[in-house]
């Protein structure tokens, strides 16, 4: 089943529209260098919720 990582990982919206807040600050400033590390930044912290996500769901069902 499809979900939300907001849904798996809760305290990860908050941090995820902090996240958005930078690259679009960013952006209105007109700095476009700032703009594409925020939102690397955004990309690597999603990817690690959900790398740790599938970690511990791996620890819940070892062997599936």
Same mark, same amino acid.
């Given at each position: 089943? /499809? %979900?939300?990582?907001f +849904?798996?990982? !809760?305290? !990860?919206? @908050? =941090?995820? %529209? #902090?996240? $958005?807040?930078?690259i #679009? @600050?960013a #952006? @209105? &400033?007109?700095?476009? +260098? /700032?703009?594409? &590390? =925020? =939102?690397?930044? $955004? !990309?690597?912290? *999603?990817? &690690?919720?959900? =790398?740790?996500?599938? !970690?511990?769901? +791996? *620890?819940? #069902?070892p062997?599936?």
């Amino acid at each position: 089943r /499809a %979900q939300s990582i907001f +849904e798996v990982d !809760r305290p !990860r919206m @908050a =941090a995820a %529209q #902090l996240e $958005h807040r930078a690259i #679009l @600050a960013a #952006l @209105a &400033k007109g700095d476009p +260098e /700032a703009a594409v &590390k =925020a =939102a690397g930044r $955004h !990309r690597d912290d *999603t990817l &690690k919720s959900w =790398a740790d996500i599938v !970690r511990r769901s +791996e *620890t819940v #069902l070892p062997g599936s």
